[in-house]
C-alpha cells in the first residue's frame, strides 16, 4: 500500500484550485505514458493535447480500455517529430507546458533545446525533484538529477536559481538552500567545495537571490539540527534545509531515488529553465508522483502567466 504523501495532496489541491494547464503530450504511445496523461486530466490538472501517430495512440488507448475522446490528437510520423510538434505547439500559444510521453528525454530535450526552433531562455535548463519525504514539515527540493551531467560553476549559478523560484511558487518561506558536498569545509581537494563556496559569496553580491544559502554542506548536517549542532555549524541553513543543490547529476540521482526506494518519499519531477515548464516522469513513479508532477508544472506555469505566487501557505 502507497504511504499517504500530504504535501503532494496539498500541492494537487492548490494546482486544481489554479485551473488546468493546457499540456503538449510528447508521443504518448505507450499505456503508462497514455494514463499518466488522462489520470491528470480527470482530476482535472491538465487539459492534454496528445502529439504522435494517432493510429498508435488509439492503438494503446483501445487495448488499455482508456477513453481519448475528449482530447484532440495532432498526428505526427514519429518520436522525433512529435517531439517537434509539441514544442510548435507552445510557440503556438496553444500549450502552456510540455509533458514527456514514451520517447526517450533526449529526444524531448533536444527539440526543446533546439536554437532556432526550441524554447530555451536566458537560463540553462535543470531539473528539480520536489520530494514528499515522510515526517518532514515541507517539501524537499532535489537539484540537479536528470539534466546538467557534470555542472560548471556557471551552471550552478543557473541551476539553484531555477530551484529558488520554483520554491517560492511552492511557497517555501524562507527558502534555505544546502550545498552539497562530502565534508562542510572548503578544500582545494574537492572542487565541489570550493563551487560552494563561491555560490554563497555570490549570493551575498546578490549574483543569486531570493534565498539564505550556505555550503558546502554534508547531507547530515543540512537536513539533521542535530548533525549541525555538533559539528558547531552556526547558520540559518545547516540542519534546515528545504533545498538541496548537489555537486553533480550522478550524486543528486542517487540521493532522490535513495529517499525514494529506502525512505518511502516520493519524487515529483520537472524542468525549468525554458519557457515553459516540462514534466518528466518515470515509468517507476506512482500515480500519486505523476500527479504531483503535473501539478507542480501547472503551479509554475499559472506562475509565469501572471507573475504570482500560487500555493497558499
Aim: proline share 6%.
Amino acid at each position: 500500500m502507497e504511504r499517504p504523501h500530504p504535501h503532494y495532496d496539498r500541492l494537487i489541491a492548490a494546482a486544481r484550485h489554479a485551473g488546468p494547464a493546457t499540456v503538449a503530450v510528447a508521443h504518448p504511445c505507450d499505456r503508462n505514458a497514455l494514463e499518466g496523461a488522462l489520470d491528470a486530466a480527470r482530476m482535472g490538472l491538465i487539459k492534454p493535447i496528445l502529439v504522435g501517430p494517432v493510429a498508435r495512440i488509439r492503438e494503446v488507448a483501445d487495448a488499455a480500455g482508456l477513453d481519448i475522446s475528449d482530447w484532440p490528437i495532432v498526428d505526427t510520423e514519429h518520436s522525433h517529430a512529435s517531439a517537434a510538434r509539441a514544442v510548435e505547439l507552445v510557440h503556438e500559444g496553444q500549450a502552456t507546458a510540455l509533458m514527456k510521453g514514451s520517447l526517450h528525454t533526449d529526444e524531448l530535450m533536444g527539440a526543446v533545446v533546439a536554437t532556432a526552433t526550441g524554447l530555451r531562455t536566458a537560463r540553462r535548463l535543470s531539473h528539480c525533484f520536489v520530494m514528499d519525504v515522510p515526517d518532514r514539515p515541507e517539501p524537499l527540493i532535489i537539484t540537479d538529477a536528470a539534466v546538467n551531467i557534470v555542472p560548471t560553476l556557471a551552471d550552478k549559478v543557473d541551476i539553484v536559481q531555477n530551484a529558488i523560484d520554483l520554491a517560492h511558487v511552492l511557497r517555501f518561506n524562507p527558502v534555505k538552500v544546502a550545498i552539497l558536498a562530502a565534508v562542510e569545509t572548503v578544500s582545494s581537494k574537492m572542487p565541489s567545495t570550493i563551487d560552494a563556496a563561491a555560490l554563497c559569496k555570490m549570493a551575498d553580491r546578490g549574483q543569486i537571490t531570493g534565498a539564505l544559502l550556505d555550503g558546502p554542506l554534508a547531507m547530515d548536517n543540512a537536513i539533521n539540527p542535530e548533525a549541525a549542532a555538533i559539528k558547531h555549524l552556526v547558520s540559518p541553513v545547516a540542519g534546515q534545509a528545504n533545498v538541496l543543490l548537489a555537486p553533480d547529476l550522478e550524486a543528486g540521482n542517487m540521493l532522490a531515488k535513495s529517499l525514494t526506494f529506502m525512505a518511502g518519499a516520493s519524487a515529483a519531477g520537472i524542468v525549468l529553465g525554458a519557457r515553459v515548464p516540462i514534466i518528466l516522469t518515470s515509468r517507476a513513479d506512482s500515480v500519486q508522483a505523476r500527479l504531483a508532477s503535473c501539478a507542480v508544472a501547472v503551479l509554475v506555469a499559472h506562475s509565469k502567466l501572471s507573475g504570482a505566487r500560487i500555493l497558499g501557505s
